[in-house]
């Protein structure tokens, strides 16, 4: 696997390297002890996925808040999204920055997310599926987030946000 360190403190965008021969290839998505050797955490609590029928369809900014702080590695594995991490630990050297990246069934990179940073998506595709490892499992009441389009973190979406539910919608502004 490829990790290429992103403008977020600690995200990462991981490629497989694929070994080819008449069959098709075979890559590893995930490594316990290279993730461990690039400093990220390695633990897997939980598996997710989400379906999202059409395109411009937004998924976030979501984390959990401490104790429950979780890190993700996100894949498209149907589709196309534009993945983002967002940094919201308030001591780390690029707070606030944000890194985002085409994630596809036909790239197959990942997008490593580390705890304290914020998580969302825009779907480029319709039909778009994405898969997620969590170093923790979901805590309902540790559940937060921050609003898509606010103006102290200046994400440049590359589309047009055509669904979105009222919670991802109505998060407040963060404090300037």
């Known amino acids: 696997m490829r990790f290429t360190a992103t403008e977020v403190a600690g995200a990462f965008l991981v490629e497989p ?7 098709g290839f075979f890559a590893r998505t995930f490594c316990r002890e290279e ?10 609590a939980q598996g997710n996925v989400s379906y999202n029928h059409r395109r411009g ?3 976030g900014l979501h ?5 429950h702080q979780e890190a993700k590695l996100v894949r498209c594995t149907r589709g196309a999204i534009w993945d983002l991490a967002l940094d919201l630990r308030p001591g780390s ?4 920055a944000w890194y985002g990246a085409e994630l ?3 790239n197959r990179a990942m997008l490593y997310v580390p705890e304290g940073c914020a998580h969302g ?7 778009a599926e994405v ?5 923790a499992p979901y805590a309902p009441a540790a559940a937060r987030g921050v609003r898509w389009d606010d103006p102290a973190f200046g994400i440049e979406w590359p589309g047009e946000v055509l669904v979105i539910n009222q919670r991802d919608a109505s998060y407040p502004d963060v404090e300037p």
Do not use: K, V, W
């Open 17 to 23: 390297e694929p070994i080819a021969d008449e069959r």
């Open 104 to 106: 596809s069934d036909g």
């Open 131 to 135: 898969t997620y490892q969590m170093s």
């Open 63 to 67: 984390y959990q808040a401490a104790p």
């Open 35 to 44: 993730f461990r050797e690039h400093g990220l955490n390695p633990e897997l």
């Open 93 to 96: 050297p690029t707070h606030r």
């Open 121 to 127: 998506f825009l779907t480029l595709t319709d039909g």
């Open 57 to 59: 369809t937004l998924r």
